[in-house]
């Protein structure tokens, strides 16, 4: 094996291992022809997709299309830079050009069908997931899909079901596991939502999404903040619940207990605004220290 081989061997590798801001210091290395190669701007892309830098993604692409030639995976991920930065039209153009090279390509059929779900086309997003699927069912970036056309059709519990089986596919997928974490975090599971997040940010150190996510919930699970978890949990539905309750007890004429509940209640709902803040402070402080 040859010494640009040896690096592009171990670029491959860091982008294995969710490692994009490494494997773009060892593409940084590569000498001469090398780092114009075909399979190199392949990496650079791959390596800028990882890291959401859709303005050097969609640069990087036309350089390689333009050095190399026409070439799938590079028109994949200009399509994919586009759509980040919404325009739809010059992405879809990216995307036709890619699957007319490969059309039997799942990730690209998947990179079709979320730009057609961005746009509201939902049923031929659907088809196109359907065939990746028939390709690579188990592939990650049909699992994405599946879930993104489920919410787009307002369908949460297929979302969380196929979000399930995502995880179960891929336990240490930080996709997987951010995706689950969303969900626990909109039932109100903030404990087990912060444990993946927190997983997602092990297996992908370098995206501030997910970081940001764990620092979220890992709020939401200081102790101070246990007594609200019910109202994360209900949302609307506690509300509803708290006034219906005061409600029957004044129709009931049980005015001093209906005074009592109304006054718990405003106290939890100052509670609900005052804490979260309060609690952001004293982690960031306890953190700077």
Same mark, same amino acid.
């Given at each position: 094996m040859t010494a640009p081989q040896?690096?592009?061997?171990?670029?491959?590798?860091?982008?294995?291992?969710?490692?994009?801001?490494? &494997?773009?210091?060892?593409?940084?290395?590569?000498?001469?022809?090398?780092?114009?190669?075909?399979? &190199?701007?392949?990496?650079?892309?791959?390596?800028?997709?990882?890291?959401?830098?859709?303005?050097?993604?969609?640069?990087?692409?036309?350089?390689?299309?333009?050095?190399?030639?026409?070439?799938?995976?590079?028109l994949g991920r200009l399509g994919l830079a586009l759509r980040s930065q919404g325009a739809y039209a010059p992405a879809e153009r990216a995307l036709l050009d890619a699957l007319a090279l490969e059309p039997e390509d799942p990730w690209l059929l998947c990179q079709y069908a979320d730009l057609c779900v961005t746009v509201g086309q939902t049923d031929k997003a659907g088809r196109l997931i359907s065939r990746a699927a028939e390709l690579a069912p188990e592939s990650p970036a049909v699992y994405g899909s599946r879930i993104q056309l489920a919410y787009a059709c307002g369908d949460d519990r297929e979302a969380e079901r196929v979000t399930w089986e995502f995880l179960g596919r891929h336990p240490d997928n930080p996709t997987a596991l951010a995706m689950h974490g969303g969900i626990a975090a909109e039932r109100g599971r903030i404990v087990a939502a912060h444990r993946s997040f927190g997983r997602a940010v092990a297996h992908d150190p370098d995206d501030p999404d997910y970081a940001e996510a764990?620092?979220?919930?890992?709020?939401y699970t200081h102790p101070l903040l246990?007594?609200?978890?019910?109202?994360?949990?209900?949302?609307?539905?506690?509300?509803?619940?708290?006034?219906?309750?005061?409600?029957?007890?004044?129709?009931?004429k049980l005015y001093i207990p209906a005074l009592v509940v109304a006054l718990a209640w405003v106290l939890y709902c100052i509670w609900s605004w005052i804490a979260p803040p309060l609690v952001r402070r004293l982690i960031l402080g306890r953190w700077r220290s």
């Open positions: 040896g690096q592009l061997a171990r670029v491959v590798g860091l982008l294995e291992m969710n490692r994009p801001e490494q &494997a773009l210091t060892e593409l940084g290395r590569l000498p001469g022809a090398a780092a114009t190669d075909r399979v &190199a701007y392949r990496l650079r892309v791959i390596a800028l997709s990882a890291l959401d830098r859709w303005d050097e993604v969609a640069e990087a692409a036309r350089q390689g299309l333009a050095e190399v030639g026409p070439d799938a995976e590079l764990a620092w979220e919930t890992r709020v246990v007594p609200l978890r019910p109202l994360y949990r209900l949302g609307i539905r506690l509300w509803l619940i708290a006034v219906g309750t005061i409600a029957v007890l004044n129709l009931a």
